[in-house]
C-alpha cells in the first residue's frame, strides 16, 4: 500500500492539519502507533466537516492497521463520509480506496471490480484525470486477474497514452515520478495480458521500453524486478529454462510485500526446474505456503498441486497426499468463485470430483487396494472406449459445421454483401449525421483491406475518420456490438475463411502464416478466434476443404 495522497487546503487549514500531520506522517504502513494520533487528526476534520482531509484521515489508519478486516471497516466508513460530502472527487478516492482494500487484502476480484467502477462514474463528474486513470488502472489489473485479457489491455492502452504525455508536459517532479510509476505498472501489466495470450514478440518490445524507460533511482527497484519477472517467465516460454530461473531468482527478493509476484515467479521457476529435470517440488511448496498465508492461487498455478499429488502417491507418504488433495480442493473453489471465464478454459488434470472421490479414499484408508488398481484398470478400458465414441461425435459435430460454414461461404459468394446495422442499432431514420458518416466510413472499411494491417489500433483509425477514439469505439459498440478489438479480429478472420475457402493455395500455408497474412500477431490468437466464430479450428477447415476440393 502506498502512503495516502495529499489534495490542497486553505493557507490556515494546512497550518492546523500539517501541524497534526507531522505526528503520524512519518510513520511506517502497519504502525499502529500512529493510530491514536489519525484519531485526533480525524476527530477535528469531523468537527469541521473538512470532508477532504476525513478522507485523508480514514486513508491513514487503513495505512497503519495492520487487521484487513479492520482496514475494510475504514474504508466503509470513508465512504460512508465521502457520500456525505456532495463532492465527486472525494467519493471517487473514497470508492477507490474499498477497491484497493478489496484487492489486495482480500484478493475478492468481483467487488474489487464493483468499487473501481463506482469510483469511476464519480471520476467522470471531476477535472482529475490522473485519478480517473488511476481508476482505469486498476480496473484493468482486475480483469487481467479474472482472465479477461483484451479488455484489459483496452484499459492499459488508455493509461499508457495518459501517464507517457503527463511525464513529458510536466515539470513538477512529484507529478513526474507519480507518473513514471503508472507508467511503468501499466506496461507490466500489459506484458502480462500479453504472455496470457500468446504474444511473445510484443512482450519482448515491452521489456525493452521498460528498460530504456525505468530510471535508475531505488525508487523504482521494485518495477526493475517486475520486468525482470516477465523476462523470466518470456525465457521458459522460449525454452531457456536455466535463464528463466536465474532472472525470477534475482527478481525474487524485491517482492518480500507482493506475495501475488513472489507466487508466480516460484511457478514458473519449478516448471523451468522440471524441464532441466531439477527438483521443483520446493518452488511448488512455496506456492502452497503462500496460499495458505494470503489466499492468494492462480487457475495456471493448479499444475502445481497436481505435481505434489503425484509426488507424494508415488512416495506412498498418504498423508501429505490428503493434505494436498484438499488444498488443490479449497484451490477449484475459488477459481469456481472468482475465475469463471479462466475455469472453463484451463485444462485440469485432476477433476474437482475425482479429487473429492480421492479425498473420501484416502480419508477411509480403505484396504482393498488391490481390487482398487483392478477398477482402475477397467476405468481406463471404459475412459479409452469413451474417448473413442467422443472422437467419433466430434468428428460428426466438426463435420456438420463445416457444412453450415460452407454453406454460408457460398452463399456470400453469389451475393453481394449490403450495408446493415447490428442488432442493437436504433431505426437508421433516427442516425445523426455524424453517426451516418462514421457507419459509412466503417463499411467502406470493411470492404477494404486495411483492417489487415497489423498493429492497427483505434486510435490510427480515428485520426482516418476524422474523430476520436472515444466516439468510434461508442460507434463500434453500439452499431457493431462488439469492442474494437473484437470487431477488427472478426474481420481478419473472416477474411481468411474466404481465402482459404475460395483460393486453394492457402490450404498449403501454416496457421502462423495464415495469422500473419490476415495481420494477427500471433498462431494461438489465430486459432482461438478462428475456432469461436467458425466452430471449428483452421487445421479442421484445411483438411475438410482438401477433402470437398479434391
Known amino acids: 500500500m502506498q502512503t495516502p495522497i495529499m489534495y490542497a487546503q486553505s493557507s490556515k487549514q494546512v497550518d492546523e492539519y500539517s501541524r497534526l500531520k507531522r505526528a503520524f506522517i512519518d510513520k511506517s504502513e502497519n504502525d499502529k502507533t500512529g493510530i491514536p494520533l489519525v484519531k485526533a487528526y480525524l476527530q477535528k476534520a469531523k468537527k469541521e466537516n473538512n470532508y477532504n482531509e476525513i478522507l485523508v484521515g480514514y486513508q491513514y489508519l487503513v495505512f497503519f492497521e495492520e487487521n484487513r478486516e479492520q482496514k475494510l471497516k475504514y474504508a466503509e466508513q470513508s465512504v460512508r463520509y465521502a457520500l456525505q460530502s456532495k463532492n465527486d472527487g472525494i467519493i471517487s478516492r473514497a470508492y477507490l480506496g474499498k477497491g484497493i482494500i478489496y484487492y489486495f487484502f482480500f484478493r475478492k476480484y468481483q467487488p474489487a471490480l464493483d468499487e473501481y467502477l463506482k469510483a469511476f462514474e464519480y471520476s467522470k463528474q471531476t477535472e482529475d484525470p490522473f485519478l480517473k486513470n488511476r481508476i482505469i488502472y486498476h480496473m484493468g489489473v482486475v480483469k487481467n486477474y479474472l482472465g479477461h485479457y483484451q479488455d484489459a489491455l483496452d484499459l492499459f ?163 501429505k497426499e490428503l493434505f ?58 471404459m475412459v479409452l472406449l469413451l474417448i473413442l465414441q467422443d472422437k467419433r461425435k466430434k468428428y460428426k459435430s466438426i463435420k456438420e459445421k463445416f457444412a453450415k460454414l460452407q454453406l454460408r461461404l457460398e452463399q456470400e459468394k453469389t451475393q453481394e454483401s449490403n450495408f446493415s446495422f447490428s442488432e442493437n442499432s436504433t431505426n437508421p431514420s433516427t442516425l445523426t449525421l455524424e ?65 482459404m475457402f475460395e483460393n486453394h493455395k492457402y490450404l498449403t500455408y501454416t496457421v502462423e502464416a495464415l495469422s500473419q497474412e490476415c495481420g494477427m500477431g500471433s498462431r494461438q490468437s489465430f486459432t482461438r478466434l478462428f475456432k469461436e466464430i467458425n466452430g471449428l479450428s483452421p487445421r479442421e477447415f484445411i483438411k475438410l476443404n482438401i477433402k470437398r476440393t479434391s
Open 157 to 319: 492502452d488508455e493509461t499508457q497514452d495518459y501517464f507517457g504525455k503527463q511525464i513529458l508536459i510536466n515539470k513538477n517532479p512529484n507529478i513526474i515520478f507519480n507518473n513514471q510509476k503508472g507508467y511503468l505498472n501499466t506496461l507490466h501489466q500489459k506484458a502480462i495480458s500479453y504472455l496470457a495470450l500468446g504474444e511473445l514478440t510484443l512482450v519482448d518490445s515491452l521489456v525493452k521500453e521498460a528498460n530504456e524507460r525505468t530510471p535508475t533511482s531505488s525508487a523504482f527497484d521494485l518495477e526493475r524486478a517486475y520486468f525482470q519477472k516477465i523476462k523470466g517467465i518470456l525465457d521458459y516460454k522460449k525454452s531457456n529454462n536455466r535463464k528463466s530461473i536465474e532472472e525470477l531468482n534475482k527478481a525474487l527478493p524485491y517482492f518480500e510485500d507482493d506475495f501475488s509476484a513472489a507466487s508466480v515467479s516460484y511457478f514458473y521457476m519449478g516448471k523451468a526446474s522440471q524441464k532441466l529435470g531439477k527438483p521443483a517440488l520446493p518452488y511448488f511448496l512455496k506456492i502452497d505456503s503462500i496460499f495458505r498465508k494470503e489466499g492468494f492461487i492462480l487457475p495456471e498455478q493448479r499444475e502445481g498441486y497436481e505435481f505434489m499429488i503425484d509426488h507424494y502417491r508415488t512416495k506412498g507418504e498418504t498423508q
Open 324 to 381: 494436498y488433495t484438499k488444498e488443490l480442493l479449497k484451490a477449484d473453489e475459488i477459481f469456481n468463485n472468482d475465475f469463471k471465464y479462466l475455469s472453463l478454459h484451463i485444462s485440469k488434470g485432476y477433476d474437482t470430483q475425482v479429487l473429492l472421490d480421492r479425498q473420501k479414499q484416502l480419508e477411509k484408508k480403505r484396504v482393498f487396494y488391490y481390487s482398487l488398481i483392478g477398477c482402475g484398470f477397467l476405468l481406463i478400458v
Open 435 to 499: 453517426e451516418k458518416r462514421l457507419l459509412d466510413k466503417l463499411h467502406d472499411f470493411e470492404l477494404g483491406t486495411k483492417f489487415l494491417e497489423k498493429g492497427l489500433t483505434i486510435k490510427e483509425l480515428s485520426y482516418d475518420f476524422s474523430t476520436n477514439t472515444t466516439y468510434l469505439s461508442k460507434i463500434i459498440n453500439t452499431y457493431k456490438g462488439k469492442n474494437f478489438n473484437q470487431y477488427l479480429n472478426e474481420l481478419r478472420v473472416n477474411y481468411m475463411t474466404k481465402k
